[in-house]
């Protein structure tokens, strides 16, 4: 069982001090990480069920992604976009394949990345479907999570996200994740953009109803709106396909991604989609000093490379079957309201705060974090093994059996 020490508690004191209290972490102190593994300052080792909110779906520290960055690093790390680097024209090209895709416009972090898709699908609205000039409209879904910009963050339903921040960004119309009816009634001749998570993660991996996201698709296809998809979290194989719209066979007009996309070691992110809609922004009209360094790209190359060399999206399928049927067959608790998933995205509701078992999961050697306040997310990295799924569950069946 992990122990704790004066070192972890004077580093979290350090913490509180000097840094703004805008987390409420579990008390563990990571030093460092291999794998599906995380290291505390202790020495003691626990499994990762998180992955930084799907980061690493390639496991801590993998030894090509490191190799990359490191010779990159030695070569040049930032152009800004005033210039050219070799890398970028690579990582578009190799990007865009993978989404089957035309086009790509790099960013860093997947808020970024979010605003960019917002500007896209009002310059569209604008210039191609003739929406009058600040008139545009983009639907989004009630209980979304895309980020914590001012805009983003005004057409939140999390009042919590919301409070002290006003005033917000106008132009968004909120419905009900998973109701196409009331997703039609919401359409005016004025939207030019649907925002939306296949999965939504931070609400507590809730998954719509069968059928939802092709008929959003369709719909938004025939009355030429923009569809969205936020795979920041659900993309690159954390639900048992390449993004979590695979699994009704369809593909929105733009795919927003990020966390992965990197394999944890460098921000970024990225906004992938066709010419008609990408080719609108000009020179000047958007852009970051960051995005599409060569650093970044090269590190996002090998990223995606490893995907596919290591087949982690089949494994992730096949794990993720694996995985969901047995918590089902064998975690018991009279708090346990569901256990749902896709891929190596689970979420275990309970009918009281989840917090608790997080804390006393964390105590027996694994980590994973309370979503919604009552839902435990569980979410390790793509190369876990099954015997270290194994050693999680028994871990969890003590907890919940210990009440």
Known sequence: MPTTSSRSQELIELEEKWGAPNYHPLEVVVERAEGAWLYDVEGNRYLDCLSAYSAVNQGHAHPRILQTMVEQAHRVTLTSRAFRNDQLPLFCMELATACGMEMVLPMNTGAEAVETSIKAARKYGYEVKGIGA??????????????????????????????????????????????????????????????????????????????????????????????????????????????????EGVKPDLYVLGKALSGGFYPVSAVVGPKRVLELFRPGSHGSTYGGNPLGCAVARTALAILDDEQLVERSAEMGEWLLRTMRQELESPHIREIRGRGMLVGIELDIPARRFCEALQHRGVLCKETHDFVIRFAPPLVVEQEDLEFAIAQMREVFAAG
């Open 134 to 247: 600040d008139k545009a409209e983009i639907i989004v879904c009630r209980d979304n999570f895309h980020g914590r910009t001012t805009t983003i963050v005004g057409f939140s339903s999390e009042a919590g996200y919301r409070k002290g921040f006003g005033p917000f960004t106008p132009g968004f119309v909120t419905v009900p994740f998973g109701d196409i009816e009331a997703l039609k009634k919401a359409i005016t001749p004025n939207t030019c953009g649907f925002l939306f998570e296949p999965i939504q993660c931070e609400a507590g991996i809730n998954i719509p109803p069968a059928g939802y996201i092709r008929e959003a698709l369709e719909l938004c296809g025939r009355e030429d709106i923009i569809s969205i998809a936020d795979e920041i979290q659900t993309g690159l194989g954390r639900t048992g396909k390449m993004f979590a719209c695979d699994h």
